[in-house]
Structure formats: structure tokens, C-alpha cells
């Protein structure tokens, strides 16, 4: 039934089905059961002609008909009308529909108006109101809530707009009554107010009230969010099930000998946890899927480091993997640092490794004698093969592909476990819609003594203080970074800008008594590394550059964040830059510059960032500014497609949902006990559809 071609229900045919499936992807009965209303409006409600204001939505008036008239001549032609009521008159205005409507429009008749008031020449009024004649609503009183449905201009135009839609819709209804199977146990349907699957969907099109539309919605709502997470719980017990991993059954001599000798700081709460989850994970059994979040400087490699030496006290080798040469170079020397002394070979590979190096080094890795592997997609060749290799560890995870996870994961017979760290903190609901098939940590805690990262909003004026401020901070032996927008690399005006912007730097800041770097994303790839290195090595005092320093780079002595037209950045963006300084100096601050004219959000993005240091309640704002698919990005278009339940709204729904869905799988694995026959019905159509791939790029 669900499936019939919507051009089969009364009133519609083919040309206008074609309309529905074009316009609006309504293509089905089912299309248009699951086309919602998005919200309703209260029509026991009357408005006053005192009482019109502009910023009302809609107003519903009852009042008597006057001055009925044709104005104007060609396009200008309309028809106009007054409505009185006790409190005034307002303009009711026709552009459309005229002839029909003039014999109907009587003077002196008493009539219902609906409609959207404007201000057109310093008077109130209403175009194309929804109009009635009083006599005929007084006999017939319409339902209190009336849906609202989304519709499109063309569509609108051709008569489905929200009104013509809500009729197909009333036409449907009686045809569906007891075609719409229940999908619930019956204990959750008690839990959610014991609506059941038809009585909310017809409820939600053709409310009875508010509070039995309530309930409805929040039974819709919670099904949506349960399904999914289901779908995700299952995915992971079936991974789970088919897919062995090797087991780290100890720990050993090398993550010993470094715990107790080579630690240099005692670990975090939030790192030992980490690290023990880490622990059982691979000791399982089965294959380690796990997305480490912690923000900027929150100890992340540590983590890496320390599962790494597991693996290697089982007898395998471990892979990390960074986005860029510069960091793992880094990673390269932090962890080659962290283990001198100890009989671990560290090697790193990357594109400009030697050809001669690269051979020996690819000779020693095949034979096991290399036992941590750090490098960039290097490491993704093919002519890059491991003796046995155990764990993969991929830092930050948005540069890289599911497809190069797969090509890890296909170097070895049993799969690899796989760690992945990213300082993109994702927002709870988020994180458990998009990685709900993943097991998450999160490092909720920095390493004591940081000093929080001063940070301000100073505008266009106050440039010179600014640049006061880093000559002061340069002669204390700091190094500043100054970045500017390039959302796009290729836009020209943004490379103007930032040249600009560089070129009265080295005014300001001349030679010889100062150095600046410049690296932006249209520079070739060495001279980007060379500047970069410069600056890592302290030869130059300020870094001009555009986001490409956003990822990783470390270094400990820059103090100042300096961020130009920061109203075009991304909050998650900021918040990354700032991450860069507050590394090792004593005092750090980040300096959001803007015009002076802010939009809103620029607003809200810009004070969040004032008000506080923390990645996850950062990432909520975010959240909320954007919406879920827009914050994610189109390589994590695996938000699953929701129709009424909301992340953000709904996030208490969400993980109510969340939590029965776990513990439906706890109590019945395999959804054998028939009380959960509907679920398991459901469940396995959906399933049928394709896994849910939101995972990590
Ligand atoms: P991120 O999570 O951003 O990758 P890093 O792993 O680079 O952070 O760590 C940031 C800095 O903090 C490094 O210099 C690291 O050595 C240091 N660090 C890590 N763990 C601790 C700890 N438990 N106590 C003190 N410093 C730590
Ligand atoms: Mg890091």
C-alpha cells in the first residue's frame, strides 16, 4: 500500500504526480505519509486588527467585508477589499483569481481571514489571505491544529501548496487505517505514552491536540532515533562477531620498561583511563575500532605511544599515521624521544624519504627489525609490506579516507587494530549518530599546569595596539602567528589580502631585526615545508599564513595567535588555530580580530570563543549554529536522513533511545524473543537497505 505511485490517489493523476515526484520527492503513498507537517498553526486563535504587527507569522481576523474594488490597470490590476472589526480595518489585497473572486466578495459579508500581514506604503495588509465566510466556519469549526507542510514555489503554484497538500494527505488517511504495522515492543510503545505506530501517524497529520500530538511526535521521534541507533549497535556486534582481531593478551617488557622508567610526567585520570580501555579492547578478541577524541594538547601521542608498546610486547609491529610531512616528523621525533634507550627501532617514512633509505628501510620492516612505523600516506603503498602487523594508529582523521583505512587494514591477514585520534571534539549526539558503531574514548582532561590561552576580540581600530603588543611579545623571544582566511585556496581576493597583509608585517616588522614566514596553499609543497620548518626552528619570529597550519604543528614557543577577518572562520576552525599556541610558553593569548560590523552568528562564534577554552562545549555551539550536516562536512555525509527527530533538539530523545536499544541487544541479542518480533521485523528491512556508513574519513 505504502509503496503505490502517488499518482494513483484521488486528485492526482500522472501529470501532477510527476509534479509531486519532481518537486517535493514525493513519489509514493509512503512519501507522503512521511512528508510532515513542520509545525501547525493554532487556528482557535484570533487576532484583532489592533493587534497586527509585522513579525506575526500568520494572523487570523473576523470581521465584515467594505470597499470591494478593482485597482490599477495590466500587471498592477487587483482586487482590494477593507476588513473591519471592532478595533479597525485592515487591506485585503487580490492579485490573482479575480474574476472568481469578486462575485463572492460581497460587501457587508462577514468572513474568516488567514494570512501573513505585511507593510506595504505604511498600512498593514494581507495578500491572497485563506479566507472563509464566518457563517460557514461557525457551523463547521476546523480542527484546532492545522498541519503546515513545506512545499516549493513551483509546486505551491500549481496548487499543492501547504493547503492542497494537507488535502492529499486527508485523502490518504482513511486508506491507510490498519495498513500501518507497529514497528515497537510493546514495552516501549508503554514507556513513550502507549501511542501506538498508526494512531501517531495519523495523529501527527490530523491532530486532535496538543498534548495527543505531543505524544505522537515524541513516539515518531524516538522511533526514528532508535532505529538508528540499532542499526549502528548491530553493525558492531556483526563486525564484532565476523570479524576476529588479534589478541594483545599482555603487557610486557617495553610498555613496562617505559612506564616505570621512561615516563617523563605522571599520566592524566583521563590518559590511564583512555589507556585502559585501549588495553581491553585489544585484548578482546576481536578487532579494535576506536575513535580517541581529546582536544589540542590534551596528550593524545602518549596514548598512541603507549598502545603501540602492547602491540609490540605481543609480538607485533605498529603504524603511525599522520596527515602531513611535518607532523610526522614530529610524531617521528616525539616518539623517537620518548623511547631512547629502550631496544624499540622507530623509523619514519614519508614522499621524500631517500631512495636508498627507503629500500633498507623497507627490507628491515618486512623482516620485523622495525617495530614503530611512523609516516603519511606513504605508508599506504603497496610496496610497503609489514612482518605482522598489528596496530595502526591514524592521527587526526579527517585527511584521511575510508579507503586508506581499508588499504591499512588490508596489510595484514588479521586485521589490524585500528586506533584513531582526532582534536575535532564532536558533540556527543553527534558522535553517537555518526560513530555509533565505534567504540569512543574521550580525553576530557589536559595535563596539569597549562595555562588557559588568553583570548580576545579587538576590531579593525585597535590594529596598531595589536601590533604593539607582539613587537613586546617578540622581544621576550616569542613567535607570533598571524593567519588570514582562504576559504578557498583559489580566490584571488583572499591571496590579495593575505599578501597584503604580509606586506605591511615586514613594514612593521622589518629586517634584519626581524624574520616572517609566509606559507599559503599556492605555494609549492617544498617551499610550504621550508618556511614551515624555519618557523619550527625558531629562525623566524612570525608565521603569516592562511588555515594550512591548522593540523598538529607543535610548536611550543609561539605565544600569539593572531586571527584576521576571524568572522569568516568556523568555530571548530578557531578553535583549532588557537589550539597551536599555549603549548610551552607561560603565557599565550589568541587575538580575534574583525571589522566592526558583525552578522549574529559571527557574533555568537566570536564570544563563544572569548568565553571558553573547551573543545566540547565549543563543538555543541557549533553544532547548534550549523546543524549537524553542515558542521560534519559533505566527507561525513553519513548522517543518517532523519524526517522529524532533530540532533540537537532531540538530544535527550537521542540517548533515551540510545540506551533502550542497547539494552534491547543485552536482553536479546538476536531479537529471538517474539515480543521484539516488530523490532526484528523492522530492523532487518532496514538493514537490508545498506549498513550506515557515518565513519570516520
Ligand atoms: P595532542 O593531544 O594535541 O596530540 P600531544 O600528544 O601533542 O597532544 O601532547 C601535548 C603536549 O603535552 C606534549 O608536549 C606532551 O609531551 C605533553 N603531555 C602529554 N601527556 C602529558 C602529561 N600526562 N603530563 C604532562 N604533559 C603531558
Ligand atoms: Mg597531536
Excluded at 64 to 75: C, S
Excluded at 432 to 439: A, H, I, K, P, V
Excluded at 485 to 490: G, Y
Aim: proline share 5%.
Amino acid at each position: 500500500m505504502l509503496d503505490t505511485p502517488i499518482d494513483y490517489l484521488k486528485g492526482v493523476g500522472p501529470q501532477r504526480g510527476e509534479l509531486l515526484r519532481k518537486e517535493l520527492g514525493i513519489a509514493t503513498y509512503g512519501d507522503l505519509l512521511w512528508h510532515y507537517p513542520f509545525r501547525y498553526v493554532d487556528r482557535t486563535r484570533f487576532h484583532t486588527v489592533r493587534e497586527v504587527r509585522e513579525d506575526l507569522p500568520q494572523v487570523q481576523l473576523r470581521g465584515v467585508l467594505r470597499d470591494v474594488r478593482i485597482v490599477g490597470e495590466k500587471q498592477a490590476r487587483r482586487l482590494t477589499a477593507k476588513l473591519v472589526d471592532a478595533t479597525g480595518s485592515i487591506e485585503l489585497v487580490w492579485f490573482k483569481g479575480i474574476r472568481w473572486l469578486q462575485p463572492v466578495l460581497k460587501e457587508g459579508l462577514e468572513l474568516i481571514v488567514f494570512g501573513k500581514p505585511t507593510v506595504f506604503r505604511d498600512k498593514y495588509n494581507i495578500a491572497h489571505p485563506e479566507i472563509e465566510p464566518a457563517a460557514a466556519w461557525d457551523q463547521h469549526p476546523p480542527a484546532r491544529l492545522q498541519p503546515v507542510y513545506s512545499t516549493s514555489e513551483k509546486a505551491a503554484a500549481k496548487g499543492f501548496h501547504s493547503r492542497g497538500i494537507g488535502k492529499l494527505v486527508q485523502a490518504l488517511l482513511p486508506q491507510l487505517e490498519g495498513q500501518l504495522p507497529e514497528t515497537l515492543s510493546r514495552d516501549l510503545i508503554d514507556t513513550l505514552g502507549g501511542v501506538a505506530r498508526e494512531e501517531a501517524l495519523l495523529e501527527v497529520h490530523a491532530p486532535h491536540d496538543q498534548a495527543r500530538l505531543d505524544r505522537a511526535l515524541r513516539r515518531l521521534k524516538f522511533e526514528e532515533l532508535f532505529f538508528v541507533q540499532l542499526r549502528l549497535l548491530k553493525q558492531k556486534q556483526l563486525m564484532q562477531q565476523d570479524v576476529k582481531g588479534n589478541i594483545f593478551a599482555h603487557v610486557g617488557d617495553r610498555f613496562n620498561a617505559f612506564y616505570n622508567t621512561h615516563l617523563p610526567f605522571p599520566l592524566t585520570g583521563a590518559q590511564k583511563r583512555v589507556v585502559k580501555e585501549i588495553r581491553k579492547d585489544m585484548g578482546s578478541g576481536h578487532q579494535m575500532n576506536r575513535l580517541l577524541q581529546g582536544d589540542v594538547g590534551s596528550g593524545k601521542t602518549l596514548v598512541g605511544l603507549l598502545s603501540m608498546l602492547i602491540a609490540l610486547d605481543n609480538g607485533f609491529q605498529a603504524a603511525l599515521l599522520a596527515p602531513t610531512e611535518i607532523l610526522a616528523q614530529q610524531h617521528f621525533k616525539s616518539i623517537a624521544r620518548f623511547v631512547e634507550g629502550l631496544p624499540i627501532v622507530v623509523r619514519l617514512l614519508t614522499g621524500s624519504t631517500k631512495a636508498a633509505e627507503r629500500k633498507s628501510l623497507l627490507t628491515a620492516l618486512r623482516l620485523g627489525e622495525v617495530h614503530i612505523l611512523v609516516g603519511t600516506h606513504a605508508l599506504l603503498e603497496d610496496r610497503v609490506v609489514f612482518h605482522h602487523l598489528g596496530l595502526v594508529v591514524i592521527d587526526e582523521q579527517h585527511r584521511f579516507g575510508v579507503a586508506q583505512r581499508a588499504r591499512m587494514q588490508a596489510k595484514s591477514v588479521v586485521p589490524p587494530h585500528v586506533l584513531v585520534m582526532t582534536a575535532t571534539p564532536i558533540p556527543r549526539t553527534l558522535a553517537m549518530t555518526l560513530y555509533g558503531d565505534l567504540d569512543v574514548s574521550v580525553i576530557d582532561e589536559l595535563p596539569p599546569g597549562r595555562k588557559p590561552i588568553k583570548t580576545v576580540h579587538r576590531d579593525d581600530h585597535a590594529r596598531n595596539a595589536v601590533f604593539g603588543f607582539l613587537e613586546e611579545e617578540i622581544a621576550r623571544g616569542r613567535q607570533v602567528y598571524v593567519v588570514y582566511p582562504l576559504i578557498e585556496e583559489s580566490e584571488k581576493s583572499d591571496l590579495k589580502h593575505l599578501m597584503d597583509g604580509y606586506e605591511s608585517i615586514t613594514r612593521r616588522f622589518p629586517l634584519p631585526k626581524y624574520a616572517v614566514s609566509i606559507v599559503h596553499g599556492r605555494m609549492p609543497p617544498e617551499d610550504k615545508d621550508f618556511e614551515m620548518a624555519r618557523f619550527v626552528k625558531g629562525e623566524t619570529d612570525i608565521m603569516v599564513a592562511t588555515t594550512v597550519i591548522e593540523v598538529g604543528v607543535d610548536v611550543p614557543n609561539a605565544s600569539v595567535m593572531v586571527i584576521e577577518n576571524a568572522e569568516r572562520f568556523g568555530l571548530s576552525q578557531l578553535h583549532q588555530l588557537r589550539g597551536r599556541v599555549g603549548r610551552g610558553a607561560e603565557h599565550s593569548y589568541c587575538i580575534l580580530m574583525t571589522g566592526d560590523k558583525l552578522g549574529n552568528d559571527s557574533r555568537t562564534r566570536i564570544a563563544t570563543m572569548v568565553r571558553t577554552q573547551d573543545g566540547f562545549e565549543i563543538s555543541e555551539v557549533d553544532l547548534r549554529l550549523r546543524g549537524p550536516g553542515d558542521l560534519m562536512g559533505t566527507q561525513q555525509s553519513g548522517i543518517p536522513e532523519l524526517h522529524l527527530a532533530d540532533l540537537v533538539q532531540d538530544a535527550e530523545l537521542l540517548q533515551y533511545a540510545r540506551r533502550m536499544a542497547q539494552r534491547l541487544l543485552d536482553e536479546d541479542p538476536h531479537l529471538q524473543d517474539p515480543r521484539h518480533a516488530p523490532i526484528a521485523g523492522t530492523l532487518a528491512e532496514q538493514m537490508r537497505a545498506g549498513p550506515i556508513w557515518g565513519r570516520i574519513g
